[in-house]
Each structure stands twice: as C-alpha cells, then as structure tokens.
C-alpha cells in the first residue's frame, strides 16, 4: 500500500495514509468510523488501488454492499487481481442476489485463487445456499479436505464452525456439537463464539461476575442507606423526646394539675 501511495505527492500521501491508518483501527470496533475516514481517503486518491480496496471493505463492514461490490470492482480493474473475487460473492449475497454469489463461485477466477481465498469462496457459496433454503446442499459444500484436515490452518475455525452452524440448522445437534468443539480446538484468536455456542447446546449458562458483583455492590448499599435512614429516625424520635414531644400535632401535653 505505501509503495502505491508513492505515485502521489509527498504531503498529499502523507495525509491519504493517515486515514487509511485509522480506517485499520477502526474497522472492527467501529464500522461507520472507519467508512467516514475511507471517504476522506477516496476523496484524496481515487485512483490508487489500494484507496478504493480499502474503501470497499469499510463499506463491506458497514453493510452498504451495493457501494462495496463498486470498490471492489475498480480495484480490480487496476489491478487484475482476483483476491476480492470471495468478497465481491459475499457483496451479491448482501445485496439479497445469492444466484449471482453461486455463477461466481463456479466462475474460471476461482481456480486463480490461493487456498485461503479457495476456502473463504466455498464458505460464501454455503452461505448462498442457505440463503436459498438449501441446507443440504450447503452441508455438502462445505465437506472438502481443508474441513477434514486435521492440520490447523487460518481459515479452520471458522469453516468447522460454519459446517457446525449448518448441522445445527438441519437439526443435526449431534454432529453440530462434534464440529463446534472441533472449531474451538482450532480457533485460537478467538475469531468465532464457539465456545459459547457448544456451552449453550450442553445446557451451560454462564453468569457474568461483574453484573453479579454490580448488584452486590448496590445492594450493599442500599442497606447501608436503610440503615442510616433508620439511624436517623430514631435519633428523631429520641430527640422528640428529650423535648416532650408525644402528639403527632407537635405539641406537648400539659401534666395534670391536682
């Protein structure tokens, strides 16, 4: 990406970068943060391949995929390169168009892909048929040697999570569970819920300590208020009192004169 950023002016690369940089930051925790400093950055260099690859996947984050699929699409045409091709499938998915995710992943750019866009292609086309309604057909999909490898690769997690997801929606728990557990044995950055999803098919629930220590903490101290309201009662009353206060009007009764 810097050495496409060095076709511009120094400054104005400087300044194409930055946002660029902030686009990397704020990608995952803030999608639409990110898509604002990618219009900064297109707005600067539009015709810098890597501005309109970074543009798309901002837009691909925030859910606008007919303005992803249009990035994609150029920064391609700059470059000829088919990596975007997975991506691009994912695009005509978001855009409720799952046919045309499938006619891609039998198109003769797969066959150009590296194995990590290979799998990441076949994982975009079981989406496209559940999409359809074809479970079956999206379980089958996914049974590829990258699946039943044993070796654990980038893309393992999350393909034996999304064949565990399919089972699931076919009603096949069993199996589900078998490749959840096998996803969580694989994903070591935590990429997927997993963990979450094979606690819940084993009837676990978790109870988040901080909420419970929350709740603690405030009922500890609403006793402690109760108790100083009680305190402070009584001290009232006991004040009351001292002063021959007995009547709820205030007044003191007068002792009988005999």
Known sequence: MRQELQSLPK????????????????????????????????????????VREAAGFAAYASQKYSEALAEFRAARRMTGNVDLWPVMADCERGL????????????????????AGQVEMRLVAAGARRDMGQLDAAIVTLQSPELASGSVQPWTARLRYAYADALLAAGRDSEAREWFAKAVEADRDGSTDASDRLAELDGVEFTDALDETDALDETDENAETDENAETDENAETDENADNGVTGESGNAEPADKD
């Open 11 to 50: 400054t104005l690369a400087e300044d194409v970068a930055k946002n660029l940089v902030m686009v990397a930051r704020l990608i995952d925790e803030d999608p639409e943060g990110a898509y604002g400093y990618s219009r900064v950055a297109l707005r600067l260099a539009s015709r810098v391949a890597a």
């Open 96 to 115: 409720g168009r799952p046919e045309k995710a499938l006619d891609m992943a039998g198109a003769p750019e797969v066959h150009k892909l590296d194995k």
